[in-house]
């Protein structure tokens, strides 16, 4: 459908909001600017929303009809279960309303009187009155209650969440990120409560009687319904100290670890508009700390809602750089994301690669360099795993059709793991393209589309004008051009419109003839997520006198090449090396070639292509590396290729490793990788001698009188506080040629706890007896006896209860201390020393816990799907917690654990169970996602592990043989008639009597209160009918009960609380009196 209005200012008036009845009434104004002559209808998107009337120009009313597919893309009941089924129904659906295409749930049949404003190209005022009662997404609802019932009001509050084109949620809008306009949002709520959005706070009124205040908020950046967010709380406001404009807001009793936690925000700020040479973008800045949190940070323009989870005190050493970290992107995505928004979803690798490459920018001006190319390597790994062992990635999919179980044209399709991956290739190819134009000239491109943005916003609305608050691949690289003069065809054809990760393995060997190192580098082009590379490589060489860099065209077909050594063979056992850095160490060359001048040898040292490395060097040249390369990422290749190697696994690795460890000028994210590299070294040599880095902690952290007893902590070094959580954990992974973990380990991980003082240091120590925690579970062996402790195991349940009694008393910051105990139970029932059951994970699991208490909790239960007994049970409760849980990220997060355990799950596969876990999870897809897409996804991606493309029923065995038993399988057969289906399966025919209810569950908007009623007594004799059929098969249906428990209740069950309205027209009728 054509653009045919330009919708130019929306005003929001929200007039009531009810906790009570988790219900939103409001009027949104929406002032169009017509395009095309003798345009009738208009399309805006909506859902969950009820419409009382649509008005134009404040006189004439429209009349409107509703549709929104996305409920229940596949309507057919007998139609296959098979996810191509899915698949092309939910595309369709989403194809109907996609907002990019003018197209919406809601079409406005525009009244004959304005027909002259529409032919004359004359503004005009389209009103909606609409209200949100109990809304499934979009809007959440947080209601802490007391133990009778009652709720909390100084706590309760409510924002909204989501993830792509989520606006149409909570209100109605044209729901696309190139539609883009000024907006004025007024939010009334009780005098008590606060209400922040997107925009500049122009004026507070109070009402006569003082019990409600109405905030006007004012936008005049254009900007897209996506990036329009709110809050409401009784939230406590502090104004930034360095930055009047800049504000925090969080619930009662947080305000001096909001002040900690915002301390140093200021400072990003500065660092974006000195590197971007540019102001910030708009008037005014919130951040708003909400509970419940749908992800950690929710970015819209001017506002961002995080996670309570980020907050911490002065106290908390590792939570700092998590929250610094969030915050700094939230500032970094106002400007690209917000401010300069995308086009269309082929062009969101631009605005969230580039928001991340100045997160990381600032990062690496905070943090240091070693962070930064930490960081970078693992995001590099991250992505290469993920498209060999997942799915590719293509960061610009508009000239790809989808080849995968999800549409990644479509951005409500997409699971969630994909996105991470996706954001991290974004952030990486921007990066590669930092290299190839150079930093300056790349700064310098970002401050043309701003400065060209700010122009063009500042002024009204005109044809074209507002293109340049929106960015497009195409755009991008024009702007490119037009600064540098460089085409970037080659690059985005190579790293934007195609996937994959180049693959390369190679080896070398020195010539002494020539005196020339000799490089065999081949490309495995066959894998999945492999892309053939041809282009430049760097490659760096560490000889005697000093380090080289050479570069190499990959072409086609050549896969050897030659260096030219600057060094020749050395005569001396000792010498001074120049490194890259240009500092000069002494090295022992007594364990090298004496006729090579070659010390080691790297490929592409500075990550300037997305690739894998599988590299053949020598051990004693990893040790060197490992030993005398400055560079981060060299050490950590190093540390990989020692361990991995079991032919490395000697006196000399190990010796390597524990300078490593015990060396204070190295990053410590390095020494504690080599701790965990020194275990495993030391397993695979069978060592017998002291358990290594034991001497290491106790010369460190030991006592000066007893080097048994830890001295008082004291976290003064952020460095050795890490190592020093870090040594434990490590040490206890070590294993004698038993495999059990030596006794003297144990018993001094357990005098750890005994003598560890926290009492005169300034830092919290939470984090380190979670560590502790952790050790003392690594040490726990396998039981000789079933059910039944050792002495070991029998100290440390001792000391893990002590910790959970404690917990309850004085909680740790984030219950971290809980999370790592209850770990150590579950260790106990696996490895045999308690019984297996999950009751106990369970009372931790409900609604009311902490919620990464919550979380770890759930990944423990999922993790008894592996036991054959438990398996079903286990099951059942996650999936009814997905269905019914009332905090989003907890749904969410069981079906990551359960696509994680989708193996275990696979076994359950079996003749009994086929039907009933299908029947769930297609229920779950296909009618309980249609308000969270981003569920839906991960709900398609565990359907799609466990049956891949195939129809379930097509897996149940046809009619057994003579002779042997009928398993316990539901059948069903349809037949024609009157519309109806004839069920020979009470289960099936609970299906087909909820599917047949839906309408009563999300009735049309359109429809009047009168053929609403009508309809309530229509289905009141459907169900009576269908009430006396169900007890003529009372037998048969107990029968079921067994083998699919979950269809056998279905006649009972209503669906998400979330969506469910009793009687359509009284709801209505709840509506108006409020």
Same mark, same amino acid.
């Given at each position: 459908?054509?653009?045919?209005?330009?919708?130019?200012?929306?005003?929001?008036?929200?007039?009531?909001?009810?906790?009570?009845?988790?219900?939103?009434?409001?009027?949104?104004?929406?002032?169009?600017?017509?395009?095309?002559?003798?345009?009738?209808?208009?399309?805006?998107?909506?859902?969950?929303?009820?419409?009382?009337?649509?008005?134009?120009?404040?006189?004439?009313?429209?009349?409107?009809?509703?549709?929104?597919?996305?409920?229940?893309?596949?309507?057919?009941?007998?139609?296959?279960?098979?996810?191509?089924?899915?698949?092309?129904?939910?595309?369709?659906?989403?194809?109907?309303?996609?907002?990019?295409?003018?197209?919406?749930?809601?079409?406005?049949?525009?009244?004959?009187?304005?027909?002259?404003?529409?032919?004359?190209?004359?503004?005009?005022?389209?009103?909606?009155?609409?209200?949100?009662?109990?809304?499934?997404?979009?809007?959440?609802?947080?209601?802490?209650?007391?133990?009778?019932?009652?709720?909390?009001?100084?706590?309760?509050?409510?924002?909204?969440?989501?993830?792509?084109?989520?606006?149409?949620?909570?209100?109605?809008?044209?729901?696309?990120?190139?539609?883009?306009?000024?907006?004025?949002?007024?939010?009334?709520?009780?005098?008590?409560?606060?209400?922040?959005?997107?925009?500049?706070?122009?004026?507070?009124?109070?009402?006569?009687?003082?019990?409600?205040?109405?905030?006007?908020?004012?936008?005049?950046?254009?900007?897209?319904?996506?990036?329009?967010?709110?809050?409401?709380?009784?939230?406590?406001?502090?104004?930034?100290?360095?930055?009047?404009?800049?504000?925090?807001?969080?619930?009662?009793?947080?305000?001096?670890?909001?002040?900690?936690?915002?301390?140093?925000?200021?400072?990003?700020?500065?660092?974006?508009?000195?590197?971007?040479?540019?102001?910030?973008?708009?008037?005014?800045?919130?951040?708003?700390?909400?509970?419940?949190?749908?992800?950690?940070?929710?970015?819209?323009?001017?506002?961002?809602?995080?996670?309570?989870?980020?907050?911490?005190?002065?106290?908390?050493?590792?939570?700092?750089?998590?929250?610094?970290?969030?915050?700094?992107?939230?500032?970094?995505?106002?400007?690209?994301?917000?401010?300069?928004?995308?086009?269309?979803?082929?062009?969101?690798?631009?605005?969230?690669?580039?928001?991340?490459?100045?997160?990381?920018?600032?990062?690496?001006?905070?943090?240091?360099?070693?962070?930064?190319?930490?960081?970078?390597?693992?995001?590099?790994?991250?992505?290469?795993?993920?498209?060999?062992?997942?799915?590719?990635?293509?960061?610009?999919?508009?000239?790809?059709?989808?080849?995968?179980?999800?549409?990644?044209?479509?951005?409500?399709?997409?699971?969630?793991?994909?996105?991470?991956?996706?954001?991290?290739?974004?952030?990486?190819?921007?990066?590669?393209?930092?290299?190839?134009?150079?930093?300056?000239?790349?700064?310098?491109?970002?401050?043309?589309?701003?400065?060209?943005?700010?122009?063009?916003?500042?002024?009204?609305?005109?044809?074209?004008?507002?293109?340049?608050?929106?960015?497009?691949?195409?755009?991008?690289?024009?702007?490119?051009?037009?600064?540098?003069?460089?085409?970037?065809?080659?690059?985005?054809?190579?790293?934007?419109?195609?996937?994959?990760?180049?693959?390369?393995?190679?080896?070398?060997?020195?010539?002494?003839?020539?005196?020339?190192?000799?490089?065999?580098?081949?490309?495995?082009?066959?894998?999945?997520?492999?892309?053939?590379?041809?282009?430049?490589?760097?490659?760096?060489?560490?000889?005697?006198?000093?380090?080289?860099?050479?570069?190499?065209?990959?072409?086609?077909?050549?896969? #050897? =090449?030659?260096?030219?050594?600057? @060094?020749?063979?050395? %005569? &001396?056992? /000792?010498? +001074?090396?120049?490194?890259?850095?240009?500092?000069?160490?002494?090295?022992?060359?007594?364990?090298?070639?004496?006729?090579?001048?070659?010390?080691?040898?790297?490929?592409?040292?500075?990550?300037?292509?997305?690739?894998?490395?599988?590299?053949?060097?020598?051990?004693?040249?990893?040790?060197?590396?490992?030993?005398?390369?400055?560079?981060?990422?060299?050490?950590?290749?190093?540390?990989?290729?020692?361990?991995?190697?079991?032919?490395?696994?000697?006196?000399?690795?190990?010796?390597?490793?524990?300078?490593?460890?015990?060396?204070?000028?190295?990053?410590?994210?390095?020494?504690?990788?080599?701790?965990?590299?020194?275990?495993?070294?030391?397993?695979?040599?069978?060592?017998?001698?002291?358990?290594?880095?034991?001497?290491?902690?106790?010369? #460190? =952290?030991?006592?000066?009188?007893? @080097?048994?007893?830890? %001295? &008082?902590? /004291?976290? +003064?070094?952020?460095?050795?506080?890490?190592?020093?959580?870090?040594?434990?954990?490590?040490?206890?992974?070590?294993?004698?040629?038993?495999?059990?973990?030596?006794?003297?380990?144990?018993?001094?991980?357990?005098?750890?706890?005994?003598?560890?003082?926290?009492?005169?240091?300034?830092?919290?120590?939470?984090?380190?007896?979670?560590?502790?925690?952790?050790?003392?579970?690594?040490?726990?062996?396998?039981?000789?006896?079933?059910?039944?402790?050792?002495?070991?195991?029998?100290?440390?349940?001792?000391?893990?209860?002590?910790?959970?009694?404690?917990?309850?008393?004085?909680?740790?910051?984030?219950?971290?201390?809980?999370?790592?105990?209850?770990?150590?139970?579950?260790?106990?029932?696996?490895?045999?020393?308690?019984?297996?059951?999950?009751?106990? =994970?369970?009372?931790?699991?409900?609604?009311?816990?902490?919620?990464?208490?919550?979380?770890?909790?759930?990944?423990?239960?999922?993790?008894?799907?592996?036991?054959?007994?438990?398996?079903?049970?286990?099951?059942?409760?996650?999936?009814?917690?997905?269905?019914?849980?009332?905090?989003?990220?907890?749904?969410?997060?069981?079906?990551?654990?359960?696509?994680?355990?989708?193996?275990?799950?696979?076994?359950?596969?079996?003749?009994?169970?086929?039907?009933?876990?299908?029947?769930?999870?297609?229920?779950?897809?296909?009618?309980?996602?249609?308000?969270?897409?981003?569920?839906?996804?991960?709900?398609?991606?565990?359907?799609?592990?466990?049956?891949?493309?195939?129809?379930?029923?097509?897996?149940?065995?046809?009619?057994?043989?003579?002779?042997?038993?009928?398993?316990?399988?539901?059948?069903?057969?349809?037949?024609?008639?009157?519309?109806?289906?004839?069920?020979?399966?009470?289960?099936?025919?609970?299906?087909?009597?909820?599917?047949?209810?839906?309408?009563?569950?999300?009735?049309?908007?359109?429809?009047?209160?009168?053929?609403?009623?009508?309809?309530?007594?229509?289905?009141?004799?459907?169900?009576?009918?269908?009430?006396?059929?169900?007890?003529?098969?009372?037998?048969?249906?107990?029968?079921?009960?067994?083998?699919?428990?979950?269809?056998?209740?279905?006649?009972?069950?209503?669906?998400?609380?979330?969506?469910?309205?009793?009687?359509?027209?009284?709801?209505?009728?709840?509506?108006?009196?409020?």
């Amino acid at each position: 459908m054509s653009h045919n209005f330009k919708l130019v200012h929306q005003t929001l008036v929200i007039s009531r909001i009810s906790f009570e009845k988790q219900l939103v009434v409001a009027l949104a104004e929406f002032h169009f600017l017509p395009l095309v002559p003798d345009s009738t209808t208009l399309r805006l998107n909506c859902k969950q929303s009820r419409i009382f009337e649509v008005v134009v120009n404040d006189v004439y009313s429209a009349e409107y009809e509703y549709c929104d597919p996305t409920l229940q893309p596949v309507s057919d009941p007998v139609a296959a279960h098979t996810l191509d089924t899915f698949q092309n129904a939910e595309i369709e659906a989403f194809d109907s309303v996609n907002a990019d295409k003018r197209l919406g749930e809601l079409i406005i049949h525009l009244p004959k009187e304005v027909e002259d404003d529409v032919n004359n190209g004359r503004k005009f005022i389209l009103s909606i009155e609409f209200a949100l009662h109990e809304p499934a997404g979009g809007l959440h609802f947080v209601l802490p209650r007391m133990k009778d019932g009652t709720l909390l009001r100084n706590a309760m509050h409510l924002f909204s969440y989501g993830e792509h084109n989520s606006a149409r949620m909570w209100f109605p809008c044209i729901d696309s990120y190139n539609e883009l306009c000024t907006w004025k949002i007024e939010v009334t709520v009780e005098a008590m409560m606060v209400a922040i959005t997107a925009g500049e706070l122009i004026d507070t009124v109070t009402s006569s009687d003082g019990k409600e205040k109405t905030y006007v908020y004012e936008l005049n950046v254009p900007t897209s319904a996506c990036n329009i967010a709110l809050a409401v709380g009784p939230f406590e406001c502090h104004i930034d100290p360095n930055m009047n404009e800049v504000k925090h807001y969080c619930l009662p009793h947080l305000m001096p670890i909001l002040k900690s936690t915002t301390a140093t925000l200021h400072e990003a700020f500065e660092f974006y508009e000195e590197m971007l040479s540019v102001r910030y973008p708009y008037p005014a800045y919130k951040q708003v700390f909400v509970d419940e949190a749908y992800t950690d940070s929710h970015i819209c323009s001017s506002i961002t809602i995080f996670s309570t989870n980020l907050l911490h005190s002065s106290r908390i050493i590792d939570q700092n750089p998590v929250s610094r970290f969030e915050q700094a992107l939230g500032i970094a995505h106002q400007f690209f994301g917000c401010f300069i928004s995308r086009r269309s979803w082929y062009d969101a690798w631009l605005t969230i690669g580039i928001s991340r490459y100045l997160t990381y920018q600032y990062l690496k001006a905070t943090f240091g360099n070693n962070e930064y190319r930490y960081c970078v390597r693992q995001m590099l790994l991250d992505v290469c795993n993920y498209e060999q062992r997942e799915t590719p990635i293509i960061l610009d999919s508009s000239t790809t059709m989808s080849r995968s179980y999800f549409d990644i044209n479509r951005p409500q399709t997409i699971p969630s793991e994909y996105v991470n991956v996706f954001t991290k290739k974004s952030c990486l190819v921007l990066r590669m393209l930092e290299n190839r134009l150079g930093k300056e000239l790349l700064l310098q491109v970002f401050n043309k589309m701003l400065s060209l943005a700010a122009l063009s916003s500042s002024s009204e609305y005109s044809t074209g004008m507002w293109d340049n608050v929106m960015v497009s691949t195409k755009s991008f690289s024009k702007s490119v051009f037009t600064v540098t003069g460089k085409d970037l065809e080659v690059f985005i054809n190579q790293w934007v419109y195609q996937s994959g990760c180049a693959y390369f393995t190679g080896k070398c060997k020195f010539n002494k003839k020539r005196n020339v190192v000799e490089l065999e580098l081949k490309q495995d082009s066959s894998g999945k997520g492999v892309l053939k590379y041809v282009g430049p490589l760097e490659v760096t060489i560490q000889e005697l006198d000093g380090s080289f860099n050479h570069t190499f065209k990959i072409e086609e077909n050549k896969t #050897k =090449f030659e260096i030219t050594c600057h @060094s020749k063979s050395r %005569r &001396q056992k /000792k010498k +001074k090396i120049p490194l890259m850095t240009g500092e000069e160490v002494e090295m022992d060359m007594a364990s090298l070639d004496p006729d090579s001048p070659m010390i080691w040898l790297r490929i592409d040292p500075n990550m300037l292509i997305l690739r894998k490395l599988n590299w053949e060097l020598t051990d004693t040249m990893w040790q060197y590396q490992l030993k005398y390369e400055r560079d981060v990422v060299a050490q950590c290749e190093a540390l990989h290729a020692l361990e991995s190697e079991k032919d490395f696994a000697t006196s000399a690795t190990r010796s390597t490793l524990m300078e490593i460890v015990d060396d204070d000028h190295c990053f410590y994210k390095v020494r504690i990788m080599a701790t965990h590299s020194l275990v495993k070294v030391a397993n695979q040599m069978m060592w017998s001698g002291p358990p290594p880095m034991l001497h290491v902690f106790q010369k #460190k =952290f030991g006592s000066n009188s007893c @080097s048994n007893i830890v %001295r &008082q902590l /004291k976290f +003064k070094n952020f460095q050795s506080y890490y190592l020093q959580r870090a040594l434990p954990v490590a040490m206890a992974n070590t294993r004698t040629t038993t495999t059990i973990c030596p006794t003297e380990i144990t018993h001094f991980i357990l005098d750890l706890f005994r003598y560890s003082d926290n009492s005169r240091n300034k830092y919290s120590d939470c984090y380190y007896v979670a560590s502790l925690v952790e050790a003392a579970t690594n040490t726990i062996s396998i039981s000789t006896s079933i059910n039944s402790l050792s002495n070991e195991s029998k100290l440390i349940l001792e000391e893990v209860t002590r910790l959970l009694n404690l917990e309850k008393v004085l909680p740790s910051y984030r219950n971290v201390i809980t999370i790592s105990c209850l770990k150590c139970v579950r260790t106990l029932q696996q490895k045999g020393h308690l019984p297996s059951t999950s009751t106990l =994970f369970k009372s931790y699991a409900q609604f009311g816990m902490f919620i990464d208490v919550r979380l770890a909790a759930l990944d423990i239960i999922s993790g008894f799907l592996t036991e054959g007994e438990t398996q079903k049970p286990q099951l059942d409760y996650l999936l009814d917690l997905v269905e019914k849980d009332p905090v989003p990220r907890v749904r969410h997060h069981i079906l990551l654990a359960l696509i994680t355990q989708h193996s275990a799950i696979s076994s359950l596969i079996t003749t009994q169970y086929i039907l009933s876990i299908s029947n769930q999870l297609w229920k779950l897809m296909n009618l309980f996602c249609g308000q969270d897409t981003k569920l839906c996804s991960e709900v398609v991606e565990l359907y799609y592990k466990l049956f891949g493309n195939k129809n379930p029923q097509s897996l149940v065995p046809e009619e057994p043989e003579r002779g042997r038993p009928v398993a316990d399988v539901p059948y069903t057969s349809y037949t024609a008639d009157d519309g109806e289906y004839n069920v020979d399966n009470p289960a099936m025919e609970a299906t087909i009597d909820y599917m047949n209810s839906v309408d009563n569950v999300v009735p049309d908007l359109g429809e009047s209160k009168s053929k609403l009623k009508k309809k309530k007594k229509k289905n009141k004799h459907k169900h009576k009918h269908k009430s006396e059929k169900k007890e003529r098969d009372e037998s048969s249906r107990h029968a079921l009960v067994s083998a699919s428990p979950y269809l056998a209740s279905a006649h009972d069950y209503p669906g998400p609380s979330s969506v469910q309205l009793s009687d359509p027209s009284s709801a209505e009728d709840d509506f108006l009196d409020v």
